[in-house]
């Protein structure tokens, strides 16, 4: 099949609106073996906000500062040094300075059609596609259509906020300029995260106000207050509990993506205190982009996230799935591709009327993620209070992970802490948490013990390799083993 760039055609077999890589994924999996035909409707750039905006640029620029940290901790090695310039230029080609060439020609290659410009259901199985000159077109899917439009950054109504043309999170991964004074509204994982790269690449003055009690509010209580501990010994003022009351910023300019837009920002805190700053950047959360898409008339309600059957279908629309963000389940890239492998195969059976047996989507207590912070948090499953929540019974341990041979070597002063949940009933794990350096790579071994349902007594034989990280895992099973022999 030959497939290209805005081909003059409007029917295909599957028609996936936005090409993030949940969207690109469901496109591949629903053509790769069934011999249907996809095509990607995408408004920006193919690859969507993980590639130019979000995952990619952002791992790009904490890498060099996470290399220079552990470096400067580590005796016998000197001169480690991040040059701001060359990690800004290495940001630009992992975005392929804004490019989607690449992509294009993947899509293209694997047999999927791209059309360019923003598409609106217009009815079951119509979708219209207005591109950038102003002309649509109106397409029409034989079998199924596949939303995965994403989310946008939430700008929350705070007096003043808007009107200063804060910076949201593609500034921050983009940035061209490092603003001497930061202030960052929201402690989740994209302002730990800002907050470090900014820190690591000269900004001097950070201060972090997050409206509830601690950062990184959905992990293990422990890895926001590391994490928070972390910021403040590196001179990150850490306001938590509180909320921005206010913002003034009287000179505001169109200098653009990742440069300052404007000057000296005011920001009042609920406590009535003063910060000045030269940037501020939102970093509160997500909106669905679920407002444009046309789904009123296909009677569903114009904004939120869209709810999903464990096919990633719409209760009462067989035709209609929606993967990625979109679908609020799980907002991470890789469950997002997973569940564009699902949807895939899901409309290549549906088409193919054979059975959907093992087609199915399941997250409950099993997400993966790793926040790049230094140390790094790495979580699988629920944390205790989730699993507590859920009405499991459960046991936990927790070890000190800087009490192991492996983290010894890896820095000069290591901080880090581990934790299973453990169901009592099925003595199975539920949750793990990591927090160190060096762990990033260990959350998928939780995954898959979580994934497996490995009974603890089977994990003893599971021996990690000397001297590793991995070793957390022999030292949290004493640690359990200790505590139920009462030791
Ligand atoms: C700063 C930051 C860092 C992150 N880092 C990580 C990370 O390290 N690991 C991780 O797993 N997750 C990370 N995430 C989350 C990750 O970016 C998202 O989960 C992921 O991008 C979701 O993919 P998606 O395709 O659903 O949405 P998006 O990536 O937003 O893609 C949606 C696409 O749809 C297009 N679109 C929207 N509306 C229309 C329309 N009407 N017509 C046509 N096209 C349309 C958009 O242009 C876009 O290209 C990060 C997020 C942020 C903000
Ligand atoms: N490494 C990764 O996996 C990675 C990196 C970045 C983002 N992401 C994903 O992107 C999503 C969005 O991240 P995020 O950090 O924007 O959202 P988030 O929901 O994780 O955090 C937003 C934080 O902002 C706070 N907040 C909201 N309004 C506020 C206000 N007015 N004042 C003060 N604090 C306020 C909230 O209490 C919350 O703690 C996350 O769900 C995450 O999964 C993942």
């Known amino acids: 099949m030959n497939a290209s760039l805005n081909p003059d055609r409007s029917e295909w077999d599957v028609i996936v609106v936005g090409g993030g890589p949940p969207g690109e994924v469901a496109a591949q999996y629903a053509t790769q073996y069934s011999g249907l035909e996809a095509v990607i409707v995408e408004r920006e750039l193919l690859g969507g906000e993980c590639s130019f905006w979000a995952c990619m640029p952002s791992k790009g620029l904490l890498r060099p500062i996470e290399l220079v940290s552990n470096a400067r901790d580590l005796p016998g090695v000197t001169g480690a040094t991040v040059d701001v310039a060359a990690v800004l230029a290495r940001r630009d080609e992992i975005v392929k300075h804004h490019d989607d060439g690449s992509q294009v020609g993947w899509a293209t290659g694997a047999g999927i059609d791209v059309v360019r410009g923003h598409a609106r259901l217009a009815g079951e199985k119509s979708v219209t596609v207005t591109a950038s000159d102003g002309t649509t077109r109106t397409l029409t899917a034989r079998h199924a259509v596949v939303l995965a439009t994403g989310t946008r950054a939430n700008v929350p109504p705070i007096d003043g906020l808007r009107e200063a043309r804060p910076w949201i999170s593609r500034d921050a991964s983009n940035l061209h300029e490092v603003p001497r004074r930061v202030v960052i509204v929201g402690g989740g994982v994209v302002a730990c995260e800002a907050a470090t790269w900014l ?235 990591f927090v160190g350096t060096g762990i990033a790579e260990l959350v998928h071994s939780a995954t898959v013990a979580i994934v497996g349902k490995v009974p603890v007594g089977d994990l003893w034989h599971a021996v990690p390799s000397y001297p590793t990280v991995s070793e957390a895992w022999l030292r949290l099973l004493e640690t359990l083993d200790r505590q139920r022999r009462g030791k």
């Open 199 to 433: 820190h690591g690449l000269g900004t001097e003055e950070l201060t972090i106000v997050e409206g509830g009690p601690r950062l990184l509010g959905r992990t293990e209580p422990f890895a926001g207050e590391i994490v928070a501990a972390g910021f403040t010994a590196a001179g990150i003022s850490v306001r938590t509990g509180t909320r921005v009351a206010a913002v003034s910023r009287p000179d505001v300019n169109d200098a653009g993506e990742g440069l300052l837009h404007g000057g000296e920002v005011t920001v009042t805190l609920d406590d009535g205190s003063l910060v000045v700053a030269d940037e501020i950047l939102v970093a509160a959360g997500r909106t669905p982009n679920s407002d444009d898409v046309g789904l009123d008339s296909v009677g569903l309600t114009p904004h939120g996230y869209l709810a999903v059957d464990d096919r990633l279908t719409v209760p009462g629309h067989d035709w209609l799935y929606v993967v990625g963000d979109l679908n609020g389940r799980a907002l991470l890239t890789h469950m997002g591709k997973y569940q564009g492998r699902i949807a895939g195969d899901v409309i290549a059976a549906r088409a193919a009327g054979t059975p959907l047996d093992g087609y199915f989507y399941t997250d409950r207590a099993t997400v993966p993620q790793v926040t790049f912070t230094d140390p790094e948090v790495g979580s699988a499953g629920l944390t205790e209070a989730q699993a507590r929540d859920a009405g499991i019974d459960v046991e936990t341990a927790e070890f000190d992970l800087a009490a192991l041979a492996g983290t010894y070597l890896l820095r000069e002063n290591y901080t880090g802490r581990a934790k299973l949940v453990i169901d009592r009933a099925s003595d199975t794990l539920v949750g793990v948490t």
